[in-house]
């Protein structure tokens, strides 16, 4: 079973940029599919992006592409979500999740097995 702590969460204002990185631990890193959600005040959780095992293919939600990118370092066991020119709408608690299931980038939630306690991002307009 593999255990995941995000961290890089913060206040910003529109326009800025922060990094979330994921480490990982009580696993084999590279055998997960790692996905990014999050989740705001009285709404669904979402997902952002995921990457596969190798880190060769990446999937976004259509509301980050062109501004978010996700990327893994299967050495040093982390997951990371570059994220620019952010909106206020970004605003939300973020988890980094894995998913048994390599062959596959899984956008749902449902479909991942282990996830993070969560860092808040807090966009100003």
């Known amino acids: 079973q593999v255990q995941l702590v995000e961290s890089g969460g913060g206040l910003v204002q529109a326009g800025e940029s922060l990094r979330l990185s994921c480490a990982a631990s009580?696993?084999?890193?590279?055998?997960?599919?790692m996905g990014w959600f999050r989740q705001a005040p009285r709404k669904e959780r979402e997902f952002v992006a995921a990457?596969?095992?190798?880190?060769?293919?990446?999937t976004y939600a259509d509301s980050v592409k062109g501004r978010f990118t996700v990327s893994r370092d299967n050495v040093k066991n982390t997951a990371v979500l570059q994220m620019n020119s952010l909106e206020p709408e970004d605003t939300a608690v973020y988890y980094c999740?894995?998913?048994?299931?390599?062959?596959?980038?899984?956008?749902?939630?449902?479909?991942?097995?282990?996830w993070g306690q969560g860092t808040q991002v807090t966009v100003s307009s």
């Open positions: 990457i596969s095992w190798s880190g060769g293919r990446t």
């Open positions: 999740a894995a998913d048994r299931r390599i062959g596959y980038l899984n956008t749902g939630a449902r479909a991942y097995d282990y």
């Open positions: 009580g696993g084999t890193f590279s055998r997960y599919t």
